[in-house]
């Protein structure tokens, strides 16, 4: 597959009974696997697992390798890719989740070093 820097952004879902499910399921730290399902030169949005328009934007300085050299747009993981990363921000009231694939640097509760669920 390759990159699809034209694609369609996807749009975001207000589904109440959708958002209240990330709401109790998902949290700042959480690991997840996702999907890239568009790519942008300022990042790719990711399918975690919650259905269309819930998904999250993985942005090119949480790219892994984004803090150590810089980047080009030939670096992005390509659409259908599967991409590990962490929960770092989630706004509700825009329906907006935000991930970084720069592991925490402690440990949350109940989360072993990488993140992974105990």
């Not at 990159?3 to 990330?22: A, E, H, M, Q």
């Not at 770092?88 to 720069?102: C, G, M, S, V, Y």
């Amino acid at each position: 597959m390759t990159n699809d820097s034209n694609g369609t952004i996807p749009t975001t879902c207000n589904d109440p009974v959708l958002w209240k499910r990330i709401h109790e399921e998902l949290s700042i730290g959480n690991h997840v696997m996702g999907t890239v399902i568009c790519s942008r030169p300022f990042g790719v949005f990711l399918d975690i697992g919650y259905g269309a328009g819930a998904f999250a934007l993985l942005l090119v300085p949480e790219f892994k390798d984004a803090r150590i050299r810089r980047l080009t747009f030939d670096d992005f993981p390509l659409v259908g890719d599967s991409v590990s990363a962490w929960v770092i921000n989630i706004d509700f009231e825009n329906r907006k989740i935000a991930l970084t694939q720069n592991p925490p640097s402690a440990a949350l509760p109940n989360q072993h070093e990488d993140g992974t669920p105990n």
